[in-house]
């Protein structure tokens, strides 16, 4: 009788069934989406042009919000151009300082949205874990030829903002800490509530 039980415990294969190779496969579809490989290149020689795509929020008085554009890093200015037109254009000796920002948008939109309602079981949520889009801000601060003091924000690929920052600095920007700044003000205000 024991020979009998153990022929027919071997006898069970386990096969991969449709549903198991299904999940496999959007599981590994959906890793490959969340690791874009990123090509990050230095540039060796400093007082070459540096450009890099960008979107111009707000700020620069010569092109429209929300307008996109490329970057360019000259000899002695900073240019946003659109589509080949002139473009805003900022001495770097005239810019005060640089502020460098990470965020997130959801993508999709309208049609995304409508998808993840109608995902059963709360699956709505998971689809909203990888549709989202991550990129940098790029904050200038620049005195204009009146002496004026205004600012402008672009949206970059993420990475890119760090470049065009080490672009600046390469070129004479000097850029002050601020972030020790904001943790002396936040330590004076914790000390201030617990009086």
């Known amino acids: 009788m024991d020979r009998l039980v153990v022929l027919c415990s071997h006898r069970k294969t386990y096969h991969l069934g449709r549903h198991h ?3 496999l496969s959007t599981v590994l ?3 490959s989406l969340t690791a874009p490989a990123q090509n990050l290149t230095q540039r060796e ?3 070459s042009q540096f450009s ?3 979107t111009h929020l707000l700020g620069f008085a010569n092109a429209r919000n929300n307008s996109t554009g490329t970057l360019f890093v000259q000899d002695d200015s900073l240019q946003f151009q659109q589509n080949g037109k002139p473009g805003a254009k900022v001495k770097i000796a005239s810019v005060r300082d640089v502020f460098l920002g990470a965020e997130s948008k959801q993508v999709g939109g309208l049609p995304m949205t409508l998808g993840k309602t109608a995902v059963p079981f709360g699956g709505g949520r998971v689809v909203s874990l990888f549709a989202h889009e991550k990129y940098d801000t790029l904050s200038l601060e620049y005195v204009d030829a009146d002496g004026g003091i205004h600012g ?6 993420t990475g890119q903002a760090e470049l065009v920052k080490n672009a600046l600095v390469a070129q004479g920007v000097t850029i002050s800490s601020h972030q020790d700044q904001l943790t002396k003000e936040s330590a004076t205000e914790v000390r201030h509530e617990n009086k």
């Open 29 to 31: 579809f959906c890793c």
């Open 152 to 157: 402008a924000i672009l949206q970059l690929k």
């Open 21 to 23: 190779a299904l999940w």
């Open 52 to 54: 890099a795509r960008a």
């Open 45 to 47: 020689n400093t007082s």
